[in-house]
């Protein structure tokens, strides 16, 4: 796949058939994303990719504690508020993600039952943790983590993978670092659900767009 390619064809995957992945085609995805760019070079991530039963207890606990309505404590705040314009934004990828599943604006189960099957990972049957040391600080190394992380989205696409960072999958990092013997010290800023993508999931049909380049480039000479 060409690079300009993916980059236009990836899309965030919120279904995958139950298929395992094979080891090797997560090694072959990392070791190309490890040449992401860093600040200095000083590759600021740490990953723990999560297989097989393990996915099945993190995403059992995650979605007890998000359907039993314990209050989360993500590791990197989640903004409350946007800016209008920005809002305007999210609320029409809100909508047209249900619109395109099928789910009606005032029907609040099945909007719920889309953000338990999120905190499940949408069944993946792998997720990749996005963690940091504390120590670093944040700025320029969510910078760097975002970086990495959409190395691995594309890499994934390049491979025919499916992927969705989730910030959902780290609402509750103290189950996730009892999960993956963390030390408090190591900050879980996403998740990455990993798998074969459903091809006939109404989810995976949906397709957010972009502002053309001229509402936000400006060319000075
Ligand atoms: C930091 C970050 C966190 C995200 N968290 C979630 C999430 O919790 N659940 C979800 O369904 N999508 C999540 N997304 C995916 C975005 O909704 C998606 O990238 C955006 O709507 C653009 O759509 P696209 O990826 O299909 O191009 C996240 C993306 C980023 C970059």
């Not at 789910?103 to 996005?130: C, E």
Request: net charge neutral; charged share 20%.
């Amino acid at each position: 796949m060409e690079l300009l390619d993916g980059l236009t064809t990836r899309r965030s995957i919120r279904a995958f058939i139950g298929q395992p992945l094979p080891r090797d085609l997560i090694i072959m995805v990392l070791d190309a994303a490890r040449w992401s760019p860093s600040w200095g070079n000083t590759q600021p991530w740490e990953l723990v990719v999560v297989e097989g039963e393990k996915v099945k207890q993190l995403t059992q606990e995650l979605v007890a504690a998000f359907a039993g309505k314990v209050p989360p404590n993500p590791d990197v705040p989640m903004l409350q508020t946007f800016p209008d314009d920005y809002k305007a934004r999210y609320t029409a990828c809100a909508a047209g993600l249900f619109g395109t599943m099928g789910i009606a604006r005032d029907d609040k189960a099945s909007r719920w039952a889309h953000m338990v099957k999120m905190t499940g990972a949408f069944g993946a049957p792998v997720i990749i943790y996005v963690i940091f040391n504390a120590e670093l600080g944040e700025p320029y190394t969510m910078f760097d983590l975002g970086a990495f992380t959409y190395s691995i989205c594309l890499g994934a696409h390049a491979l025919g993978l499916g992927t969705c960072i989730e910030a959902q999958l780290a609402r509750y990092p103290d189950l996730v670092r009892k999960h993956l013997n963390l030390p408090a010290s190591h900050k879980v800023a996403v998740g990455i659900a990993l798998g074969y993508p459903d091809p006939l999931a109404p989810a995976n049909a949906f397709r957010t767009d972009r502002e053309p380049l001229a509402k936000f480039v400006r060319w000075v000479a």
